[in-house]
């Protein structure tokens, strides 16, 4: 057999054989994927670039549950995964959410083909069975009362190993999911899923503010051009539309006439004033605030008490023997000889 007939082959097995693996899909996820394809449609002008993205997620046993998502780079011919970047996104999100480990990866495409099984080989260093997400944006479902996993265009698959004429290769099976989400998770995607209908009313006056002027702006460079192409002799010259635009710049207020532009100016040199007047009070203010606090520290400082001399000698005072310093008749006592003459 050679190397195009095994090519050829189906990299998927019939439907027959069936995947024992318990699938669980989170919306943040679905989210992402949708997200990653829009941008990049926008960014390349492409209906179908190449999408490529790693699976967040938790594994116990056969059952998996896929919680979040973030982009892969490849390199520069575009079928070989840049490993850096994905080995240092995986450890950022590992410190962040230390639970979530590499399940698998997603990309856009109509069914797996041998350029997924390539892929695939280089997602083995990091997880045994890497699960592979595809999303069909093509794929058109018919409507179902399920609408967890049957009406959305995802299909999941689980790798596997296939022997056929003593020769082993890598398939996928496809494997079934369910759609699981919170009460947290529900809530933020219908929020994300209503967009701005939401928005207060703040948001709706700006929104019809700015259609209103983008309208105006719109009819404005109508009319410049039609009135450039009249004079340039490109367009016929129609004397309704001439008067009609000639009456409405005439109803427009004239910034330039001499007394528009005087009663402009009265009107901002007495804002001017205004705004100096008020300066001036808040700083008389200051100042009167600044002038009391000083006259409250300078009466504290004059009544503050001094010691007189009369004071400071009367301090000395130890018993009768030091009433020898005053005059008087106490002036001439001296022990008790001196006590002897008042007896």
């Given at each position: 057999m050679s190397a195009m007939d095994t090519d050829e082959l189906p990299v998927v097995l019939p439907s027959s054989t069936t995947s024992g693996l318990s699938l669980s899909l989170h919306p943040l996820p679905i989210l992402n994927i949708s997200e990653h394809l829009t941008r990049l449609k926008l960014q390349t002008k492409s209906n179908s670039p190449f999408v490529l993205g790693a699976l967040l997620g938790t594994q116990n046993g056969r059952q998996v549950e896929i919680v979040n998502s973030f982009e892969l780079a490849v390199e520069n011919d575009g079928k070989t995964v840049h490993q850096g970047f994905l080995v240092d996104r995986k450890e950022q999100y590992k410190q962040v959410f230390p639970s979530l480990e590499f399940i698998g990866w997603y990309t856009v495409a109509a069914k797996p083909t041998s350029f997924h099984i390539a892929l695939h080989?280089?997602?083995?260093?990091?997880?045994s069975t890497p699960l592979l997400l595809i999303l069909q944006p093509s794929t058109i479902y018919a409507s179902s009362s399920d609408t967890t996993a049957q009406s959305l265009p995802l299909k999941a698959?689980?790798?596997?190993?296939?022997?056929?004429?003593?020769?082993?290769?890598?398939?996928?099976?496809?494997?079934p999911f369910t759609v699981e989400t919170g009460e947290?998770?529900?809530?933020?995607?219908?929020?994300?899923a209503?967009?701005?209908?939401?928005?207060?009313s703040l948001q709706s006056h700006l929104q019809s503010q700015r259609a209103?002027?983008?309208m105006l702006h719109d009819?404005?460079?109508?009319l410049v051009k039609y009135v450039t192409d009249v004079i340039a002799g490109q367009a016929v010259k129609d004397h309704a539309t001439l008067r009609s635009l000639s009456a409405l710049i005439a109803s427009l207020p004239a910034s330039d006439n001499k007394e528009f532009r005087e009663e402009f100016e009265i009107e901002y040199e007495d804002v001017q004033l205004t705004?100096?007047?008020?300066?001036?009070?808040?700083?008389?203010?200051?100042?009167?605030e600044l002038v009391d606090k000083h006259v409250v520290m300078t009466a504290v400082k004059e009544e503050r008490p001094v010691a007189s001399p009369r004071r400071r000698g009367m301090g000395g005072m130890g018993g009768f023997g030091g009433l020898g310093g005053m005059g008087g008749p106490f002036g001439?006592?001296?022990?008790?000889a001196d006590w002897d003459r008042f007896r």
């Open positions: 080989e280089q997602f083995t260093a990091y997880s698959y689980e790798p596997t190993i296939e022997i056929r004429e003593r020769k082993s290769r890598s398939v996928f099976i496809e494997a947290a998770e529900r809530i933020a995607v219908d929020w994300t209503k967009g701005g209908e939401g928005g207060t209103a002027i983008k009819r404005i460079i109508v705004a100096y007047l008020a300066t001036l009070t808040k700083s008389t203010h200051i100042l009167n001439s006592m001296r022990g008790g």
